[in-house]
């Protein structure tokens, strides 16, 4: 072996000696301040990737949920696609990078939000409902489309799939989150809480009733409302009625001429029902139990009269009887006195 040979083999095992990553000297981020700068100056589709992953080890902040919030808006549904730029085939290009960027930031608010501890259930995100600004961003993710579809933005996340787990968890939050509404209940660690904060929970929660029905309504879990005596303000009840009024429904034929079911919007409560509307059935019912518990309530108060009347009889009669038997034994005393 030639001594050029054995030098090059030498330099090769000096150069394997060093490892790549010797160089490298790893930098972390210290605050959201720093990882949104990094955020906002790349246009790299696999650093926005990446960013959105190293979020998965990070506990979540407000404005953390709420940008990721914003960039996850319309994962499922919108193409992303602008008029910025074509490739030579003169298809819009970035749509899909956008689409993946969306999905990946909808993936992290599964994992690190929108899910519950698996040791005790508590739903990692119970703690927005004391931040008004952030609880007020989830109903703005929550929100109607535009044009009249009573359907949500983001409706397609919801989509029930046995095989999807991002879509099982985000059903799971909207269930408890949106029942919450009317069945206000604390988590056990949660007990303790202060009870003016709790107050106030209640109270954010109540005010979103009318747009939690959607979101009910959106599971088709919109029914539950007639499960459990439970309370229907009259936002509620407006906004249910609005809905079943609101829907075109399959109606039988009011004229000869029209020959089949008529696809029209119903004209009163009942034939939406008839309509299949179970917005109209709570509104309905709701309806029936409160003449119900006003009649139920004139009985027993009539009852309590009742009682009371006859309690004050028995007592008059009772003092009567006191009387009659007290002035036979002032007469005894006195004839016995005369004597």
Not at 58 to 69: D, F, G, R, T
Not at 127 to 137: A, S
Not at 196 to 222: C, F, H, N, S, T
Request: charged letters at 35%; hydrophobic letters at 35%.
């Amino acid at each position: 072996m030639s001594k050029e040979t054995n030098e090059k083999e030498s330099e090769v095992k000096v150069a394997e000696d060093k490892h790549p990553l010797m160089k490298f000297v790893p930098i972390v981020f210290n605050s959201f301040e720093e990882w949104l700068a990094r955020w906002n100056g790349t246009e790299y589709l696999y650093e926005k990737l990446g960013l959105l992953h190293s979020l998965t080890g990070w506990s979540m902040k407000p404005e953390l949920v709420s940008l990721l919030l914003s960039v996850a808006d319309g994962c499922a549904d919108e193409s992303f696609a602008d008029d910025r730029g074509y490739n030579f085939y003169g298809c819009r290009i970035g749509a899909e990078g956008r689409k993946s960027i969306a999905k990946k930031a909808f993936s992290v608010l599964c994992l690190k939000f929108f899910r519950s501890n698996e040791r005790n259930r508590e739903p990692l995100w119970w703690w927005m409902l004391g931040d008004e600004v952030l609880f007020q961003k989830i109903l703005w993710f929550l929100r109607l489309r535009s044009g009249g579809f009573n359907r949500l933005c983001n409706h397609s996340c919801i989509c029930d799939s046995s095989s999807d787990h991002q879509q099982g968890i985000f059903r799971n939050f909207l269930r408890e989150f949106s029942r919450l509404g009317w069945d206000f209940r604390c988590p056990e660690s949660r007990k303790r809480q202060d009870e003016k904060i709790k107050d106030l929970m209640k109270q954010r929660l109540v005010a979103a009733r009318p747009k939690l029905i959607y979101v009910l309504r959106e599971l088709g879990e919109l029914s539950w409302l007639n499960s459990k005596d439970l309370e229907l303000d009259v936002d509620s009840i407006r906004k249910l009625t609005e809905m079943a009024l609101g829907d075109s429904l399959l109606l039988p034929p009011e004229k000869v001429s029209d020959s089949f079911n008529s696809l029209r919007e119903p004209k009163n409560l009942r034939e939406a029902a008839l309509g299949g509307s179970v917005a109209a059935e709570i509104v309905l019912l709701h309806q029936i139990k409160e003449r119900e518990r006003k009649h139920i309530k004139a009985l027993y108060e009539a009852s309590v009269r009742q009682h009371d009347d006859e309690q004050k009889a028995t007592r008059l009669d009772s003092i009567e009887k006191e009387k009659d038997q007290l002035d036979m034994e002032a007469r005894n005393i006195t004839e016995e006195s005369s004597r």
